[in-house]
């Protein structure tokens, strides 16, 4: 095929930030300005430090570009350049613009919608990183997706969320830094190292200068009681939890409210909001259980199909969530909705990685 015929099959969907300067000034300027609205980042915590490492890079694939920039504008450090873009059949391809050879690389790239193209396009950023001769690829997953799938519930259905660890880790990843895992035993589908970071502190400060009066933390299903118990202790805060039974598939029935929320206020702890079912029949419950206001918070916010409408319509006083993965445009326009960004959590974690010292004190 020649260069003329190959190129027309290329339709350009993202093209790294500095392989066209003057079009990367005016991209960055009005990415900068948009996430400044949407995000609340924290004023306390500046740069780390100017860096000037050729051995240390970071990557973004086309999921969450805006985190991935930000994590470097804490570091002090250039995104790597990286050209995405698809056949005309729809094929993905990727090309790194940049040496790596012997380099500790990073990939920031959450499997979020669509969900199969962000992972086969994360496999295939490993796998070129891999073949430039990369020392270390380290995945960064603020959203790991299929992790829902993590048990056989049903008879001949997979185990989803492992076959995905053995595709990151076939494909050539050293080892994954993930964030908030739907369940912290996936950690064990994976045969590399696997950093296991918690929204939690970003969440937790956010909440104590509310300084909610009476407050009593949620877990809205019994698999969530670890997380809303270690929230609650942070949070000097009674715990409750909402008995529910699971329907079907994205449906929900939530049975009754277990602990007193009487006068209370009340704040659910969850790691998804997808459709947002279990997350309005909870404050339904705990409304006609007598809850003086009922707050809500998670790390990632899916926001699938009616969730939009259903947090809107519900008596919900505010959802707090993170920007592992972006927002829609409704999802932004939603008053009740607020975003409170983890870019400075990551970028210490991965920075905590490449100097090899201790992960574990994020959370001390």
Do not use: W
Not at 55 to 74: M, Q, Y
Not at 94 to 113: H, L
Not at 224 to 235: N, P, T
Request: charged letters at 25%; glycine letters at 4%; a neutral charge.
């Amino acid at each position: 095929m020649d260069s003329a015929t190959k190129t027309s099959l290329l339709q350009p969907s993202t093209v790294a930030p500095d392989s066209r300067p003057e079009l990367a000034d005016a991209a960055g300027t009005a990415t900068a300005t948009s996430d400044k609205k949407a995000l609340e980042t924290k004023t306390d915590r500046k740069p780390v430090r100017a860096r000037q490492d050729d051995k240390f890079k970071i990557f973004s694939g086309t999921s969450n570009p805006a985190l991935a920039k930000d994590i470097c504008d804490f570091l002090g450090m250039p995104l790597g350049q990286c050209h995405h873009t698809q056949f005309s059949d729809g094929e993905i391809y990727v090309q790194i613009q940049e040496n790596v050879r012997g380099a500790d690389v990073f990939i920031v790239q959450p499997t979020s919608d669509p969900v199969a193209h962000n992972l086969i396009q994360l496999l295939l950023m490993i796998d070129a990183l891999k073949r430039a001769s990369a020392r270390r690829i380290t995945v960064v997953i603020s959203y790991f997706g299929y992790a829902r799938q993590d048990r056989k519930d049903k008879p001949r259905v997979p185990i989803s969320s492992k076959l995905v660890a053995d595709l990151l880790t076939t494909a050539g990843a050293d080892r994954a830094l993930i964030v908030d895992l739907h369940a912290p035993q996936i950690q064990g589908f994976f045969n590399i190292p696997v950093d296991h970071l918690f929204a939690s502190p970003v969440l937790v400060d956010h909440f104590r200068k509310l300084n909610l009066p009476d407050l009593t933390v949620i877990s809205p299903d019994a698999g969530g009681v670890e997380r809303a118990r270690f929230f609650a202790k942070k949070m000097n805060a009674a715990l409750a939890i909402v008995d529910k039974r699971r329907t079907d598939m994205n449906v929900t029935e939530v049975m009754h409210v277990i602990g007193d929320v009487d006068g209370r206020s009340c704040l659910i702890i969850d790691d998804i909001v997808d459709t947002a079912g279990t997350l309005v029949k909870t404050v339904s419950a705990l409304l006609e259980a007598g809850a003086r206001q009922v707050y809500a918070c998670a790390s990632h916010p899916v926001l699938s199909g009616p969730a939009i409408e259903r947090i809107s319509q519900s008596a919900l006083t505010e959802l707090v969530v993170t920007n592992t993965i972006p927002l829609s445009e409704a999802a932004r326009n939603e008053p009740k909705i607020k975003v409170l960004s983890i870019a400075g959590l990551i970028a210490r974690a991965i920075q905590s990685i490449h100097e090899e010292t201790s992960v574990s004190r994020l959370f001390t």
